[in-house]
Structure formats: structure tokens, C-alpha cells
């Protein structure tokens, strides 16, 4: 986003923020913890001091502040009703299913697999049902990008896969394709997704 947006950032490699027993000064965790007190990603801090620890909100601000890149409509635009609606379902709703997938121990020690599995299993009935929505050779809004697109590249490389995408819901992974073949964001699909 801060590409499409076209505001140059600096990337601080955190990598293993979220492993236990990183709780000495330097490591990722307290890197993290220096600037957001539960020591998550996104962590973006921006020149003039604002801190934004949601992506939603990252979504809004840059918006707000770089309106040509049309991240999301703008305030009174006809589309920003359903942008925000769908902004907040990725985030209250797909998000949560990587949470739980990725962490299951943190919400049932005594059944990690299990708590794994049905959010996994919920993840993918999410997909189909925003598949449903759409229209081919669109965007998630119709006929331009937003930032709703370049969730659906991100996410579409995790779990379940861009496989899973092509075989059941190809709307989203053509949505996620015409993402990679812009070539201002091939950078970022390089260094985060072997080369996509």
C-alpha cells in the first residue's frame, strides 16, 4: 500500500516477533514492543510521529493522505460504503481465521488441531462466499484497484494457497494475477513471495 501510495518507507525486519523467549533488548519482539505494546505486525511509524498498529486504519490514512492512488473511494464517493464494509469483513473475519490457525495452542492447549483446523476450514468458506459476490475480470470493487486487491494478493499466497484459489474461487485469484503483473509492485511480490 505505502508503494501504490507512493511514500517511500523504511523496512524494519522483524522476523520471529511473535517466537517466545525473545524478550532481550535488541531482538525482534522488543524492537516491536518499542512502538506497539502488543508487539504486532503492521507496526507502521510514520515521520511525524503517528503510529498505526491496523491495517484497516493504515488502509483509511493512507487514503486520506494520497487520494490519486485510490486505495478506497473517498468519503462520499458512491463505492465507499461498500469498500468500508468489505475492508472491515476481511479484517473482523478472514484475519481472525490466521490467528487462530496459526496460534491454536493460544485457544485450546488441549486441542490445537482442532481449533487449527475449523479455522482453516472457516477461512475457506469466507473465500467462497466474497467469490460469490464478484464478477469476472473485475475488481473487488468493480473497475479499479483498491486496497482491497492487494489484500486479496497477499492473502491468496497463505493458507490455503493460490492453488486453492485457481481451482475454487478464480474470480479472487484472477483478482490476485492482475495484482502480480503490475510491475511498480513486483518488488514487493518478489522479496515476499519467491519471485510471484
Known sequence: MLISASIPYEFVDVSGF????????????STLLAVNSLARVPTVVFRDGTILTESAALVLHLS????????GPPPGHMLRPAF?????WLVAN??????????P??????SPDEVRDTARAERRNLWLAWEALLRENEWALGGRR????????????????LGWFEGHCPKLAGIAKRCYLDPVLAPVWSRNFQGR
Open 146 to 161: 483498491t486496497a482491497l486487491d492487494l489484500y486479496v494478493a497477499v492473502m491468496a499466497n497463505w493458507n490455503p494457497g
Open 94 to 103: 478472514v484475519y481472525p481465521t490466521f490467528t487462530r490457525a496459526d496460534y
Open 105 to 110: 495452542h493460544r485457544f485450546s492447549p488441549a
Open 18 to 29: 511473535d517466537e517466545s523467549g525473545e524478550d532481550g533488548a535488541g531482538t525482534p519482539r
Open 64 to 71: 486520506d493522505l494520497r487520494p490519486a492512488a485510490f486505495l
Open 84 to 88: 468500508l464494509d468489505r475492508l472491515v
